[in-house]
């Protein structure tokens, strides 16, 4: 008699399993023989160990495992029965109440992955954003290649503004007191990048060189210094340097050093023009996939098993984890950080990658190979050797897979764009850019 499987709440399932001890037993032994050929047991030669002996060494693991097995194996068969699709691993719990005493018995709690009924997607509405490049555009790209190389003039009874880099001596105390990393001299920095904290850079505006001035700096409760966060000091700054920026002339030279081998300024404009052109189109397409996938995931009323959501939390935090180590943070695995800071995410994530699956079976929406070497070329021209590029991700299957997960993902954006309501909005290009 098949188990049944019951039905506790929402996508929770629970079903009972049973395994005969003889069977438990019998397959023990038999994986006590084998290691017992094997074994080196103080005072007997290999394959002489008495299984007495092998019982009290190897057999709690040995149990432990055939026992694991067997359950899981009952499980597998039970579900496969019951034509059900397991999200996420079962929670197993001994039963002892009412079983005999030739079988062991468990119970397995586990979700089923939901029926996940696709939006009428006629009714979505969507975004589709588009951003124009002219040559206002590519002038404005180039200005900021400029910038990047700028070198600075230092000027004497001027007031520095923002671009200015100035140097200055700083000291700052907290009551009176003196604290670390409140301190420092010759120290430079362009005002308006955002390096120092606002009321820094805010002070060192509109100052001379020569000229001294002291203001009160209230960190913010969150500074990474925590000996002073939250905590207001008196900084004292004395300018020694304002310099003002000067930026290259578009030559020959500023050419070369943008990687143009010839120095020529021409090559260099279309080689921008083309660069800014692809980067423009695919921030446009992300931009556009958000609004099909926020349609798409707002629209969805189905439940998301809770495993599934549990398992993506735990992923983001470890690596979240990982990226406070790269920051050089003390200690990350220690440092607190609550499941619940991810836990609505994780659940749009989950209840996401359920639609577009559902969508993709249903329309047959899979990456073809051609896509995916197409994707993998207009990629490749970001580089310096494209065909190099092409090469790798071809031959390795993981990167060529990443491929293929975007290339799925751009064709469920092109058949929901088919079906919906779309709106098409131009994108101002500084905002697209992130330049505002």
Do not use: C, W
């Not at 979700?111 to 490049?133: H, M, Q």
């Not at 009551?175 to 301190?183: L, Q």
């Amino acid at each position: 008699m098949q188990p049944v499987v019951e039905t506790l709440s929402g996508l929770e399932r629970r079903i009972d399993l049973s395994v005969s001890v003889a069977d438990v037993e019998k397959e023990v032994q038999a994986q006590l023989k084998r290691v017992g050929r094997t074994a080196k047991v103080p005072g007997f030669r290999p394959g002489k160990a008495p299984i007495a002996m092998l019982e009290r060494s190897h057999g709690p693991s040995i149990r432990y495992d055939v026992i694991n097995g067997q359950v899981g194996r009952a499980f597998e068969a039970a579900i496969d029965s019951a034509k059900v699709r397991v999200a996420g691993a079962p929670t197993l719990e001994p039963k002892t109440e009412g079983v005999a005493d030739d079988t062991l018995a468990f119970t397995a709690t586990f979700e089923v992955y939901p029926e996940v009924s696709v939006p009428a997607l006629d009714a979505l509405e969507i975004t589709r954003s588009e951003s124009e490049v002219g040559d206002a555009e590519i002038d404005r790209t180039l200005n900021v290649l400029r910038k990047q190389r700028s070198t600075f003039t230092a000027v004497a009874d001027r007031a520095a503004q923002d671009g200015d880099r100035v140097t200055l001596d700083f000291a700052g105390t907290i009551d009176g007191v003196a604290f670390d990393g409140g301190k420092a001299e010759d120290f430079p920095f362009v005002l308006g990048q955002g390096r120092m904290l606002p009321e820094f850079e805010e002070a060192a505006k509109g100052v001379k060189q020569g000229e001294t001035k002291v203001f009160p700096l209230a960190f913010p409760d969150d500074y990474q210094g925590k000996e002073v966060a939250g905590k207001t000091a008196e900084f004292t700054i004395t300018v020694k340097e304002v310099a003002e920026p000067v930026l290259p002339e578009i030559d020959t030279e500023f050419a070369k050093s943008l990687g143009q081998p010839e120095g020529d300024v021409e090559k260099l404009k279309s080689d921008v023009r083309t660069n800014v052109e692809r980067e423009v189109k695919a921030r446009a397409q992300a931009k556009t996939k958000t609004s099909v996938m926020d349609a798409l995931v707002n629209a969805a009323s189905f439940d998301v098993p809770k495993s599934l959501v549990d398992s993506d939390v735990q992923n983001r935090i470890v690596a979240a984890r990982e990226e406070l180590k790269q920051r050089g943070v003390p200690n990350p695995e220690s440092v607190p950080i609550p499941p619940e800071a991810f836990s609505g995410e994780s659940e749009r994530r989950v209840r996401l990658g359920l639609l577009v699956s559902e969508l993709v079976k249903q329309n047959d929406l899979q990456a073809k190979p051609e896509q995916v070497r197409a994707r993998i070329e207009e990629f490749a021209q970001n580089y310096e050797d494209p065909a190099q590029v092409v090469s790798y991700y071809l031959s390795d299957r993981q990167r060529r897979s990443e491929i293929e997960a975007i290339v799925l993902e751009d064709n469920v954006v092109a058949f929901v764009l088919s079906k919906a309501k779309v709106t098409d909005e131009k994108v101002p290009f500084e905002q697209l850019m992130g330049m505002e």
